[in-house]
């Protein structure tokens, strides 16, 4: 098997980006901070690799504060976002808090606080049930923004003709998915008022149009990433889309595909934004175990996006 050849088409950007590096660094210099344990509201990013990496350093990891038995320990949201009701509850608690979301997310937050001020009535495109969608939901009052999730849903959404409404999405979608989306909420709403700067995160659409360009001259190709990460699973379905149907997510228990790999001359790699680059670095490892491979990495844009940690810990 070690002869066949084997050409990887290397998507970059992809893995990290900064709201996930700066959401890892939060916990890190929190910990070193206030020493070990300190608490982790819900994964900090999905993977699994960096979340038992922090658990190795003293993070323990929970889903919600009544959780913690000793409320004097530290506690860090993830970079998700969380529901305004979450800090309010820590602050009664008497907790020490340091806020891990993500700017990109705080920026969507403040958008719908800003719109309702406005009087807007808010529709968000995202899917339901992702920590991310539950947080911005949660910055307002109940009723105050209604969730769509696809094309159907959008042809079949109703409000009050009298209604200003505006449209907000979370970071982490399909960048063509959504502008369909938007076309029926459009065509349906004349005046839905738009974001000024798109919802989608600056990582999430540089890793898409990087697996675009690839993904079709690839027999088979494969997005390094956890199954509940987002944005790595929509890489997975931007591959198919973009001509590699043939494509699939590598996340902590897969199984390589040797068999279906011996038939393929080209196939491309890529990583979600909360992968950690060792793990495809690993995966290529174990394809050079067996084929003879080249690699050619195909940058379609350079990232220099930084976020800085909160200044209370440095
Ligand atoms: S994927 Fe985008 S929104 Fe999410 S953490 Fe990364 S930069 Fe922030």
New binding site residues.
Partial sequence: MKNKELKILLSAPRGF????ERAIEIVEKSIKKYGAPVYVRHEIVHNKHVVDNLKSKGAVFVEELEEIEDKSRPVIFS?HGVPKQIPEDASNYEMTYVDAT?P??SKVHREAENLFKLGYHIILIGHKNHPEVIGTMGQLKKGSIDLIQNEEEAENYQIDNGKKIAYITQ??LSVDDTKEIIKVLKRKFPNLKEPMKEDI?Y??TNRQMAVKEIAKNCDMFFVIGSRNSS?SVRLVEVAKKSGCENAYLIHSESKIPFEEIENCRTIGISSG?SAPEILVKNFINELKNNFSITIDEIEIIKENVVFKVPNKLN
């Fill in positions: 980006c900064a709201g996930v970079a993500c990109l997310v970071t982490t995160c990582a999430t944005n934004a």
